[in-house]
């Protein structure tokens, strides 16, 4: 007989976790005996318990909704039995500027189903639309999927390129738009209908409901999301899938409390789902806000309305509405948060689960391609402090795999690839046949007591493993796809269109974090030119940039390349969340000694030294020094010169928002995002500000003053106040 003994410490490993390591050892050496031919990575670690747990057990979601119950039925019905009842508001600024009864926005959304029917919309026709937060766009999303449909949305804020691909890629032949719009949308062979101008035609259609009749396989809404191969891939969403995750999130989120939901963000964002159709599903109202600067709008929301079901939003937005709102008016603002879109920390709800403890933090995962989110967890109060927040458990209907390059089941506390099974799944991605086999693959097992025969599981390239209680922790993503401000973002597009500029001959796209979490894009090229002879041949840094600005002296096409250049090639074809923040110029790309591109050698390049394009200059003065500081600490960057511009540094509406809300609170002056627009460097704002002073320098020493009181900690405030209160000096 062997005796086996294990040494182990228990500050890093516990109990629990060293006796499952103990059972996959022994399981290991029993599979040697049996079939000691077989290679050692295909040999089995997981017993048939753990199997069974990993497989079934934690997959066992299985909930019946009623048949036939999809988005618009279940509206129809909602609006049968409360038709006086407010579904939609739409708010400018503060101010409710308009309102819409479920009877008037039900009747509005069967005269546009109608009126599309007569057009030939029906069963799989996309129906693009491209519409601000407004009654119209809401009344298009219903109209479209009660003439049975399917909706495109076009961001209007995308390069008219972009949406002339979205539209002959999708084959849209009809596009609802609001005739401020027009302009924005690219020319097309099909027809525009204008939600608007048009309505007066659109109203002569009955108010009657055009009883489509609909199939769960149907598609209910085209959502187009950033390719790896260099064009953006539209992921075909079914009337299933929708059906199922709003079923589910309605109890889930407890949508029937409360007063309903703000939508702050694009339709094309699919985290829109869950805060503008849960509430119609149970009589509740829509918040519409107004569209610019989003924050700003939601955090005015917040303030002004109370007692929301739920608010949808992304890390990014949650922690920039910490220093926005004032934790006197948190509590009972929402009922919940539900943050998705990326991964989130401990650190970034730590504010709220303080000032808000009532409300509940939900953190949802889901890829595009299973229906907004299809994994939860919400944070309890004997959560950790810091670190990553679980993803959870499976929603209804739906199985979550962890599985090793085998497709074999992980063990407990092991790294494996998610892979999703269930319900909304989607049904492939547009003309792409070859993306669609790669993407959902046959579900191997499909023969488990919770599968369906043909089902199939989609492959999400992102890692994650299981705690022992079921719970899955996400870990990172096996491929150079990000997260940025909650968009996903495939870095071989970017690269894919720098490479198609006459000037560029390799480009890299990378994903920088620098001092903190704040990401940006940096883009790093190689010139086309000429091979230089060896006496030609530069002595300098490899990675070190030309002219220390991104600026190159010719390209083999005679096209000048230059950062601004690249940038404004990129901003003509990809959303603006999608162009690197800067773009620099390298002699040649660093290298492994294996011959691939050295990523982490390019992550060191300073972005923000080589893409300057003004020499820098400190402050000058102490309200120059104080704008520094709050610019420095909002952008996430160790230096700021007075003349560097906001947005070559990175800088975007969020970074606006908080440094408009950290002006206003240590100078006590009203300002707004389109001061920042409109004064974009720290010396261009400081003249801003002076044009408010009194009195000639009154301004500088009160104002630097507040800033230092301002930015230290409670504690130390509340003793330096006193002790200048004592004094006499405030």
Partial sequence: DATCIWVYNPAVLDAATVERMTRHFQMLLESIVADPEQRIGDLPLLDAAERQRVLVEWNATAVDYPPEHYLHTLFEAQAARTPNAPALITVSGVEQAQRLSYGQLNARANQLANHLRRLGVGPDVPVGICAERSVELVVGLLGILKAGGAYLPLDPSYPRERLSFMLQDSRTSIVLAQEQLLDQLPAHPGSVLCLDRDWPTIAQSPTTEPHCAVDPNQLAYIIYTSGSTGRPKGVMLTQRGLSNYLHWAVAAYGAEQGQGAPVHSPIGFDLTVTSLFTPLLCGRSVWLLPQPQPVEALADSLSAQADYSLVKLTPAHLDLLRLVLSPDTLAGQARAFVIGGEALHYETIAFWRHHAPATRLINEYGPTETVVGCCIYEVTPED???????????????????????????????????????????????????????????????????????????????????????????????????????????????????????????????????????????????????????????????????????????????????????????????????????????????????????????????????????????????????????????????????????????????????????????????????????????????????????????????????????????????????????????
């Fill in 384 to 730: 950790a402090a810091e670190g990553a927040v679980p993803i959870g458990r499976p929603i209804a209907n739906t199985q979550i795999y962890l599985l090793d390059a085998r497709l074999q089941p992980v063990p407990i506390g092991v790294p494996g690839e998610i892979y999703i099974g269930g319900a909304q799944l989607a049904r492939g991605y547009t003309n792409r046949p070859d993306l669609t086999a790669a993407a959902f693959i046959p579900d191997p097992f499909s023969g488990c007591p919770q599968g369906v025969a043909g089902a199939r599981l989609y492959r999400t390239g992102d890692l994650a493993r299981h705690r022992a209680d079921g719970t899955i922790e996400f870990l990172g993503r096996v491929d150079h796809q990000v997260k940025l401000r909650g968009y996903r973002i495939e870095l071989g597009e970017i690269e894919a269109l720098l490479a198609q500029h006459p000037a560029v001959e390799q480009a890299v796209v990378l994903i920088q974090a620098q001092q903190s979490a704040e990401q940006r894009l940096i883009g790093y090229v190689i010139e086309n030119q000429e091979p230089r002879t060896k006496n030609q041949e530069s002595t300098e840094n490899p990675l070190a940039c030309r002219n220390g600005r991104g600026d190159a002296e010719r390209s083999e096409a005679g096209v000048r390349a230059t950062s601004e250049g690249l940038r404004t090639f990129l901003a003509e074809r990809l959303p603006d969340y999608m162009v690197p923040t800067a773009i620099l110029l390298l002699d040649e790309m660093p290298l492994t000694p294996n011959g691939k591109v050295d990523r982490q050698a390019l992550a060191k390049i300073s972005w923000v030294e080589a893409s300057r394009s003004t020499p820098f200059v400190a402050p000058r003065s102490p309200l120059e020094e104080a704008l520094v500081t709050i610019w420095r600490d909002s952008c996430r960057l160790s230096q700021i010169g007075v003349d560097d511009n906001f947005f070559k540094l990175g800088g975007n509406s969020l970074t606006a928002t908080q440094i408009v809300s950290r002006v206003q609170r240590a100078f006590h002056i009203h300002l707004t995002i389109r001061d920042i627009f409109a004064a974009p460097t720290v010396a261009a704002l400081a003249r801003h500000l002076r044009t408010h002073e009194r009195q000639p320098g009154q301004m500088d020493r009160v104002s630097v003053a507040l800033l230092r009181l301002w930015t230290m900690s409670p504690e130390e405030r509340q003793r330096v106040l006193q002790q200048k209160t004592a004094k006499g000096s405030m």
